[in-house]
């Protein structure tokens, strides 16, 4: 399930970019709070979610947004508005979710987005690209292969808290030449090769590819794209979240047969 998400809003990007793209937490109208990752307890618009909104825990002690974040990603913890009689909420609780609480975040599924130029079963045109070690992406080679796709930046949170699990994904199939890992960043090749040195990226890194991004009308960050041998999306997840890449090994699995 897609929960957190960075909006692009920028048409330029560089190393200097502050962190003002976030996530866009999709609020779902339960009876409980407790219910989903972020929600009203009565059915209102959703809100937007970002550094600045308030977060406490029961005592009234604030949290930072690095922390709370954090919590939220595990799938533990929720937030629950504490004004619910607001069209909008400018201060949350933090709260543990009960086992049943997480059972019921678990089983949820945002439809996919199918709105934009990546829908499912769609046969999408694959772009010709050099990663930031030099190897060379060209289409008629990737024929035939299973393709997967992550299109994030360095200043996205959630798309650098989803790397250690594309990995061991990514990882799994190391030797496996018939299936293809492309990471499309937005970001310059400098500032790529700095970040990589310190953080793993286990796919093949483009840089400045706002171009292609904008190609298959890329909004939101990080989302990712299962093509099948035919170059047809498979999958495709946009966000991350405590369950967002659950059954993306089975996918890519299912489609290498």
Known sequence: MSLTNCIFISSKLSMTMKKKF???????????????????????????????????????????????????????????????????????????MDEAAKARMKNFRLPSDESGYIKTGRKIELFSAKDIEGYKIRPKELEGKVVVLNFWFIACVPCKEEIPELNKIALSYANNPNIVFI???????????????????????????????????????????????????????????????????????????
């Open 22 to 96: 976030f996530l866009l937490i999709t609020f779902i109208a339960f009876t409980l709070a407790a219910n989903a990752q972020i929600s009203n307890s009565v059915t209102r618009r959703p809100h937007k979610i970002d550094s600045n909104t308030v977060v406490k825990d029961s005592a009234g002690v604030r949290y930072s947004y690095a922390d709370w974040h954090k919590l939220i990603v595990t799938g533990n913890y929720t937030l629950k508005v504490i004004n619910p009689g607001k069209d909008s909420a400018d201060e949350f609780t933090l709260v543990k």
């Open 183 to 257: 990471a499309v960043a937005l970001d310059d090749k400098e500032d790529l090769q700095k970040f990589i040195k310190a953080n793993q990226f286990a796919y093949h890194i483009v840089n400045d590819g706002k171009e292609i991004a904008d190609k298959y009308e890329i909004k939101n960050y990080p989302t990712s794209i299962i093509l099948d041998k035919e170059g047809k999306v498979k999958l495709h997840t946009k966000g991350y979240g405590p369950y967002t890449l659950e059954g993306f090994a089975k996918t890519i699995e299912e489609v290498a047969k």
